[in-house]
């Protein structure tokens, strides 16, 4: 694989060119992270520093599309990777036989993914402002699943690494 700079220099010239879709492509491909499950890239309008929108898109049980911003790659190229990581997560998600059917269990699933890149570990680490900022957002999803409930218990170990991680960066 290629450095991490020789990746972003490549990703930055297909950003210049307008070739937001192959830039995309070309991360995956050299991250290693394209889901069997994974149809392909779509634009969507512009995001800003604010907000920064990726979507999965598609029919459980059918390939799926991630839909980015058509400025993705004029942003931190470390967190757009992430972002789309945790995208493919939900692609993963979607797979006929395996689906994540509760909202709350699949986001909480992809930012720890995010934190720890379990499923994909040759993903660089974002800064530690942006940790923090996934870490609670994966916290709010596990308070959305219910006290005490189903799904709470069975991520009680990941939520303890995730409150050990932000007290870790404090």
């Known amino acids: 694989m290629k450095s991490y700079q020789e990746i972003n220099q490549i990703i930055n010239i297909f950003h210049e060119l ?7 492509h070309y991360a995956i491909e050299q991250y290693g ?4 499950n994974f149809k392909g890239f779509e634009l969507r309008e512009k995001a800003n520093a604010d907000y920064i929108l990726m979507t999965t898109e598609g029919v459980f049980g059918e390939m799926q599309i991630i839909r980015i ?3 993705t790659f004029e942003f931190e190229f470390i967190l757009m990777l992430n972002l789309i990581v945790h995208e493919m997560i939900h ?4 797979v006929k036989g395996q689906f994540v059917e509760d909202r709350n269990e699949r986001e909480w699933q992809a930012y720890y993914e995010m934190l720890f890149h379990k499923t994909y570990p040759q993903i660089p680490d974002v800064p530690k402002h942006q940790k923090i900022f996934f870490a609670t957002k994966a916290l709010d999803y596990y308070r959305k699943m219910g006290e005490n409930s189903i799904l709470q218990t069975k991520y009680k170990k990941q939520k303890m690494e995730v409150e050990n991680l932000v007290d870790s960066l404090k």
Do not use: L, R
């Open 18 to 24: 307008g070739e937001t879709i192959q830039a995309a």
């Open 91 to 94: 692609v993963a998600q979607k």
């Open 69 to 71: 911003p058509e400025n």
């Open 33 to 36: 992270i394209k889901h069997s």
